[in-house]
């Protein structure tokens, strides 16, 4: 019974071609995040949303989109998938009056080729 | 700029001793700091945090010391475990809103039977 599952969990793309990663949650957390985690550099930022169609951008915002049309879902959009995009894709939720952080999906492994 | 680093990429330990993981952060508008443990294939998951008014908190073999002057906190685990294998992060919540995360890089503990 996870509060937060991530869709694909692994996923092949070819240079140049839009990808789009699905987060969905259980738990109605308003704050919702989009995270990458590459070898020597955690987990950064991509983009976060703070309620339906309220998203702003993180500090490795470029070549990506969001969109958050409902609280549950928060969706990752590449453009066009280059291959320095490849990379393990974490989404998370938070309930703002906890001290507890964030919960993380499972992560999706997207490899660009 | 990294505001939030862990300096040591991998750290071996006996089990039964105690590992110390360590971080830093640059950013004084942080008002809790978390630490994470991630397994292979799997999204990190909430392991301890503390706020910025406290200097330690304690949960178990687990213990987080916050040292304000020197902008440092580390990760204490006694006795450690063969399942305490895994990768740790700190992350620092900042207080501007939108409960962002900031994460280290993160440390590979091991620990050898």
């Known amino acids: 019974d996870a509060g937060i599952t991530q869709s694909p969990r692994h996923k092949v793309t070819e240079t140049g071609t839009p990808v789009t990663l699905r987060c969905h949650q259980t738990?109605?957390?308003?704050?919702m995040y989009w995270y990458r985690q590459d070898p020597g550099h955690g987990l950064r930022l991509i983009h976060y949303s703070y309620g339906v169609k309220d998203t702003d951008k993180g500090e490795v915002s470029d070549g990506y989109s969001v969109s958050r049309s409902k609280t549950e879902d928060f969706l990752l959009t590449l453009e066009s998938a280059t291959s320095s995009q490849t990379s393990v894709y974490f989404c998370a939720i938070t309930d703002p009056n906890g001290s507890y952080g964030y919960t993380f999906g499972s992560g999706t492994r997207l490899t660009v080729v | 700029d990294q505001q939030v680093k862990q300096n040591s990429p991998s750290l071996s330990v006996q089990e039964g001793r105690i590992s110390i993981l360590n971080c830093d952060y640059t950013n004084s508008m942080f008002d809790y700091f978390l630490w994470y443990k991630k397994y292979p294939a799997e999204g990190p998951t909430f392991l301890i945090s503390i706020s910025s008014i406290k200097d330690k908190n304690e949960d178990g073999r687990f213990t987080v010391f916050l040292n304000k002057s020197a902008k440092h906190l580390s990760l204490h685990i006694v006795p450690s475990q063969p399942g305490d294998s895994a990768v740790y992060f700190c992350?620092?919540?900042?207080?501007?809103?939108?409960?962002?995360?900031?994460f280290g890089q993160g440390t590979r503990l091991t620990i050898n039977p």
């Open positions: 992350a620092a919540r900042g207080i501007q809103g939108a409960q962002k995360l900031v």
């Open positions: 738990e109605n957390h308003r704050y």
